[in-house]
T-cell receptor, first 118, second 111 residues
């Protein structure tokens, strides 16, 4: 399977605990995005990487959230001191930046990690 | 601040008829628009896109229309099939760095 994979698919945690999610993008894709989706809403942009550099971060992303992409391949999203409001589906997507320096290519999404904070 | 809006949460269409899904946006600087389809328990899947320099793009049964003056785009599916039943999201971007998604429209195609 050469698509985007995410692990775990489901995570249940207690309020105050830390959680970490992993995303493995399509291997040749240099851009990686994290989104959050709650019920009845569309995906909400959190952050994105170009190779290992984190180029943009949503203002909605609190300091409890951190993302890394250390070698420009897989990425992790960590949420510290989880709150009930963090319960959502966390989606990862990847795309390929074209030679012309702009990408409007389609983003390939993973199946998501559903987080439930009790 | 919702920059991309889908005002119809749901739509039901008879099989074989046309499905028209609508999307409005507020930022006139958006230069690329996309439609995604999402089935339950799966991530969104890219369907079709359009650059702001065009007003129509067609791919098989799917056509996207862009009206820049009205800041409106629509997705036409002809003919609609039961397998098209899913949630459809429109998205917009400026420079391809950040993508803004609508809230989705749930399409049901009735056999």
């Amino acid at each position: 399977d050469t698509g985007v994979s995410q692990n775990p698919r489901h995570k249940i945690t207690k309020r105050g605990q830390n959680v970490t999610f992993r995303c493995d993008p399509i291997s040749e894709h240099n851009r990686l995005y994290w989104y959050r989706q709650t019920l009845g809403q569309g995906p909400e942009f959190l952050t994105y990487f170009q190779n290992e550099a984190q180029l943009e971060k949503s203002r909605l992303l609190s300091d409890r959230f951190s993302a890394e992409r250390p070698k420009g391949s897989f990425s992790t999203l960590e949420i510290q001191r989880t709150e009930q409001g963090d319960s959502a589906m966390y989606l990862c997507a990847s795309s390929l930046l074209g030679d012309e320096g702009r990408t409007y290519n389609e983003q390939f999404f993973g199946p998501g990690t559903r987080l439930t904070v009790l | 601040d919702q920059q991309v809006k889908q005002n119809s949460p749901s739509l039901s269409v008879q099989e074989g008829r046309i499905s028209i899904l609508n999307c409005d946006y507020t930022n006139s600087m958006f230069d690329y628009f996309l439609w995604y389809k999402k089935y339950p328990a799966e991530g969104p899947t890219f369907l079709i896109s359009i650059s702001s320099i065009k007003d129509k793009n067609e791919d098989g049964r799917f056509t996207v229309f862009l009206n820049k003056s009205a800041k409106h785009l629509s997705l036409h599916i002809v003919p609609s099939q039961p397998g098209d039943s899913a949630v459809y999201f429109c998205a917009a971007t400026l420079t391809g760095n950040q993508f803004y998604f609508g809230t989705g429209t749930s399409l049901t195609v009735i056999p």
